[in-house]
């Protein structure tokens, strides 16, 4: 369990501290010169169970809350300090209300000095911590009074902290913190023999010698590193784990001057573009009844992990939040950092000298359109909700294109095996495409199976002598931002069901049949043979009418009818190919891809005969159809799904 103080300067935070564990957790010379904390300090202290309580001391002085706020964010218990003689000062109250905004809602209180004043002294600081304490996330906290420096009274509080932390630890295995492995860096430094080192609370998932992270922000990319050794609770380990006060030794392609505190070390699928890093996030922001009403666009900062970062808020609903008002805002940030739906972060006025409101991130991923919308805001309000599943069951129903599954998991940090566990609890229909998975209602998918067969009847209204519709145009009328590989399960469950039919690449009702009038039917025999005698290479419409003595224009406007039935491809400006030859070369580029992982111009022609611009319009007709898709020079089939339309006909 981590315990951090809390308290006005000179209330005695550290000399607790040392009296609690035996370690002066004042570790720079001018914090012992001047006897002073100015940064975090440290220490431990071993139980007899084995396990060790980690103390963070923070300082106490106005000028440096953000210091005490980089140690805050990590810990279990608030220990509050509270000097007899002085009573509550400044900096506790806004301590206590750091706290608060933070989150923490366990912690006890400490009562110090008590040997420097009279009893009727302590029972009057007594009822004064029970008025401070009223109304806040502390209320009711025990109070130990006692002497740091004479030793009265402390053995009762670290009873206290050792029953707690036991019972934490029990809470703790039971309800683990799942999720991806997460620290906030709030120490950098190097040691002789050992190399760089970074420190800090994890916040989430396991870490282990040998393990590779990731540092981040620092590029796109982050930096990739190995964890050498490591030490949890000041003492060697194999493991550290969510809650664990970890000191991490790094090895990797940087130095330690790349690395500082406000930085997360993580499993490298957290800090995996394009979800991480980022600049904004959507937030449940919540202002202090003490201060002033936040107002929309208000320059801040922002105290999120350890990291200190200047930005603005955006307020979702209404021109500004009223003290002690709840309200949804979208934190834009000047620098990128990593977070996650649920960490805790306080923001700080322009010049940070007030904590003006906190909050809880909600959404990593916010949309750049319509973010105040009712459909936005009834979301936001269900991501408020603990269980992912909740927010999770309306954003499928939002979206009538699916859910990335793969981004909601990185904004909740879900791990593979819980996100496994989620998507079924949600009743979703969920579809693999490559490393992405798209989660979809079944109503959802049932409406979109329904809008695709209403397309397709609305299409043979239209054009009742056409077979039906390409496949490609099919998604595009359906839905355009439906990913394929979606559309292409989708096809497949309508063909399998009988409720949509296929003829080569066309898709059609089973009930609809397009058929050419008689006179073209006749006329399209006597200029067939002229395609046929070279499939893969047939001539233009022009070569026809001359071959043929046929008008140029009547040529072009019967293989154009001819196409709409299915028979003829335009596979360039008046270049038609019978469906068959089309067939044909659909397998040939089949068998190019199997055989050379894609195919390209030049094997094409030297399969075919022929120019290499005839290979490379045919290429760039199946790219057009939705069949292939072209990476650079190569040509890819797209799956197997519009193979299998090509083949089996």
Not at 2 to 24: E, S, Y
Not at 86 to 92: H, V, Y
Not at 173 to 194: Q, V, Y
Not at 428 to 452: M, N, P, T, Y
């Amino acid at each position: 369990m981590i315990i951090g103080t809390a308290g006005h300067i000179d209330h005695g935070k550290t000399t607790l501290v040392k009296a609690l564990t035996g370690v002066d957790a004042d570790r720079l010379p001018e914090e012992k010169a001047r006897g002073i904390t100015l940064d975090l300090g440290y220490a431990y202290a071993p139980q007899a169970d084995g396990s060790v309580l980690g103390f963070i001391d923070v300082p106490g002085h106005e000028k440096l809350i953000h210091n005490m706020l980089a140690g805050a964010t990590g810990i279990d218990f608030v220990l509050l300090v509270i000097a007899a003689d002085d009573g509550p000062m400044p900096q506790t109250r806004e301590h206590l209300e750091l706290l608060g905004l933070l989150g923490l809602d366990h912690g006890a209180v400490a009562l110090t000095k008590c040997d420097t004043v009279d009893a009727a002294r302590v029972a009057a600081a007594r009822g004064e911590i029970e008025t401070l304490l009223t109304g806040t996330r502390l209320e009711g906290s025990p109070v130990f009074a006692l002497s740091a420096t004479s030793g009265e009274g402390v053995p009762e509080l670290r009873a206290h902290l050792d029953a707690v932390a036991a019972a934490h630890r029990t809470r703790s295995a039971e309800f683990p913190k799942h999720g991806r492995f997460r620290l906030a860096i709030d120490r950098c430094f190097t040691l002789s023999g050992i190399g760089t080192v970074v420190t800090g609370t994890a916040f989430s998932g396991k870490v282990g010698a040998g393990d590779t992270v990731s540092v981040s922000p620092a590029g796109r990319d982050g930096l990739k590193a190995r964890v050498k050794s490591l030490h949890v609770q000041d003492r060697p380990a194999e493991h550290g784990q969510a809650g664990d006060r970890c000191a991490l030794a790094l090895t990797g392609d940087f130095e330690k001057k790349d690395l500082e505190r406000g930085m997360w070390v993580v499993d490298p699928a957290v800090a995996r573009p394009p979800h991480f890093p980022l600049t904004r996030f959507q937030a449940d922001l919540k202002v202090p009844a003490t201060q002033l009403a936040l107002k929309h666009w208000t320059p801040v900062h922002v105290h999120l992990g350890a990291a200190d970062i200047t930005g603005r808020v955006a307020l979702l609903e209404g021109g500004q939040i009223a003290p002690g008002a709840t309200a949804l805002a979208e934190i834009l940030l000047d620098h990128e950092t990593i977070t996650v739906r649920g960490d805790r972060f306080v923001l700080r006025d322009a010049s940070a000298q007030r904590s003006i409101a906190g909050g809880r991130v909600l959404d990593c991923f916010p949309p750049s359109r319509h973010k105040r919308s009712p459909t936005r805001l009834a979301l936001l309000n269900a991501l408020r909700d603990d269980d992912p599943a909740t927010g999770l069951c309306l954003m499928a129903e939002q979206s009538t294109s699916g859910v990335d599954l793969v981004r909601f998991a990185a904004n909740w940090n879900l791990t593979d095996e819980a996100a496994a566990t989620l998507w079924p609890a949600a009743e979703l229909r969920v579809i693999h495409a490559g490393e992405e998975q798209i989660g979809f209602a079944a109503s959802g998918w049932q409406a979109l199976g329904d809008k695709l067969l209403a397309a397709l009847a609305t299409e043979h209204q239209r054009a009742p002598d056409m077979v039906g519709v390409e496949r490609e145009r099919l998604r595009r009328l359906t839905l355009p931002t439906l990913a394929r590989a979606a559309f292409d399960t989708l096809v497949a469950e309508l063909l399998a069901a009988g409720r949509l039919a296929a003829s080569r690449a066309w898709l059609h009702l089973p009930e609809h049949q397009a058929s050419l009038a008689t006179g073209d039917r006749d006329l399209f025999a006597v200029l067939r043979p002229l395609l046929d005698a070279q499939p893969f290479g047939p001539p233009r419409v022009r070569d026809v009418a001359r071959d043929s003595g046929t008008a140029e224009d009547v040529v072009r406007q019967l293989f154009r009818r001819v196409a709409r039935a299915g028979e003829l491809y335009p596979v360039a400006h008046d270049h038609y190919f019978t469906a068959d030859a089309v067939a044909q070369l659909a397998a040939l580029v089949a068998e190019l891809n199997a055989e050379k992982g894609a195919a390209r111009a030049a094997d094409l022609r030297d399969h075919i005969g022929g120019g290499r611009k005839v290979a490379i319009h045919i290429l760039e007709f199946f790219d057009r159809i939705g069949y292939t898709r072209r990476v650079r020079d190569e040509h890819g089939l797209r799956g197997t799904d519009s193979t299998h339309a090509w083949l089996n006909k």
